[in-house]
């Protein structure tokens, strides 16, 4: 509620009812199954060992006890047999003895195998769920990705998720062993006595319950702290980037972002302090109670055995089970609650990947008049949150053949244009029609075959220069005679043939023999990318000569006139020199069209166009 004489109150939370808690808490447990499901997709047989070597650890400690009071049985028989003059039966209790030694060897054994399946299966499931995370964000669309709520999502799934499944399951097995050998410990101790059973169980309750309790506290923390995390990470990328490394150091930044970087730790820190402290104390004194009521039912036994209500191997075979009893109960529980933690975690790798793109992509490969080209039909879009929208009343028609020149300032909108006319963006009101089909009908992939495009701020990927161009066509990603005339019209041949090992070179400074690029050969790379889909019938080129001169720019797009013909070519620039060259030239000013018509029809018009076209050409002269 808000008041009116000050900011919002938030009014008190009811407590929660313990049906609401079990009822949370069954629906958190749900995630158990497909954790289970997920290790046994991922590797069957293995699964399969580690439950028969769970199975078998967990009945072998109680047949130990229970031939360890068979030896003490048999020593204390054996030395009133040698007090009365008899032989005592040597060979039996050698054979216990060795009994005993193939059990403690059984479980050892057991446990390595244990040990074994688990650290296979960690590097599998690890991988299998880095995959699932990527794989999902390749069918997002562009709009999730700029959304910082996405971010946090993806960030909480990638932390703890590749790692919470298998922990999930590992405990499972840990639960099934120790329910086994406790189950086993429960059939000898009931015949001392059931109550003894009970204070056995009772014992490790109040540890139980504060553990549980903390590991909620310290999933409602880690989910809080997902925006602080991804500081972090971006200030650890600052840091340690060469992309970043010039600017860090020329205008002295480090200090300052690792003093920032310093104080998110602290605030991490600090909550992290807390909580551990509340945790280990409350672990304490509850674990002390535990303590207490072990050691009082040792006082029990050993009380019995002095009344000889019980033998002497009774007595060691009781107190062993209680001991162990004890660190199994405690190892049940904590299962049981680290479970419950791992339940937790996995609520974010399941909210991630059942997160749905928010629109439905088409399925459509051709529209009914190919010869109709693009057109924008009164088309806006506001990104989410803005105040107003990026694009206004958008109307456009560019047949095939024909080449047009968006001009504008900096954020106008020619760039969110483009990414609207790719379908990476769908429009808020009006519709984008290619061959006389809406985008939204058009399957993805067809649409981004039909489409060539290089965006002002184009990936400089850490990959050999013919997979740099490669990346431009995924069908032929390897294919080296196509790398070869993509270079060629993209200008970068002369300089890659210039290189030691030409489209075979390493680029980027992240890998050994990696050499970096100038920004205008970078350029010319990416340009080459563009052409490397050469069915592509609209070419679009999004301010991709920034870093070459004026003379390298009018030679390119001469060049790319003369390889578009009958295509749709669509040009951004600030240069007017080789903007006149279009057939069409669109003036955009704060998202809407503002002139529009051919360089002669703009100058003709003395408007926006012909007064930035006077000033530039001002530059030259």
Known sequence: MVSPHGPAVTPPKAPESWLELLRRNAAVLQYTGRAARLVWSTNARLAVILGALTALAGVLPAAVAWVAKLVVDGVVAGIATAQAGGEPDLGALLALVLLEGLLVGGISAAQRGINACQSLLRAQLGQRVNEMILQKALTLDLEQFEDAEFYDKLTRARREASSRPLSLVIRSFTLFQQSITLLSFAVLIVQFSPWALGLLVLAGLPAFVAETKFSGDAFRLFRMRAPESRQQLYLETVLGREDHAKEVQLFGLGPMLLDRYRAIFRKIYGEDRALTLRREGWGLVLGLFGTAAVYGAYAWIVIAAVGSEISLGEMTM?????????????????????????????????????????????????????????????????????????????????????????????????????????????????????????????????????????????????????????????????DQARWHRSAERGMALPFIQLLEKGFGTQLGSWFRGGKELSMGQWQKVALSRAFMREEAEVLVLDEPTASMDAGAEAELFSYFREHTRGRIAILISHRFSTVRQADQICVIEHGQVLEYGTHEELLELDGVYARLFQLQAEGYR
């Open 318 to 478: 009781y107190l062993l089970l209680f001991k162990q009893g004890q660190a199994t109960i405690a190892a049940c529980l904590s299962a049981i609650g680290g479970m419950y933690e791992d339940n937790l975690y996995l609520t974010n790798l399941y909210e991630y990947l059942e997160q749905a793109p928010r629109v439905q992509p088409g399925s459509a490969e051709r529209g009914p008049d190919p010869a109709d080209g693009i057109r924008f039909e009164h088309v806006c879009f506001s990104y989410p949150g803005a105040r107003r929208p990026a694009l206004q009343d958008i109307s456009l028609h560019i047949r095939p053949g024909e080449s047009l020149a968006i001009v504008g300032e900096n954020g106008a909108g020619k760039s969110t244009l483009i990414k609207l006319l790719c379908g990476l963006y769908q429009p808020t009101a009006g519709r984008i029609l290619l061959h006389g089909r809406d985008l939204r009908d058009w399957s993805p992939d067809t649409l981004r075959r039909l489409i060539g495009v290089i965006f002002q701020d184009f990936n400089r990927y850490q990959f050999t220069v013919g997979e740099n161009i490669g990346a431009g066509d995924v069908a032929a990603f390897g």
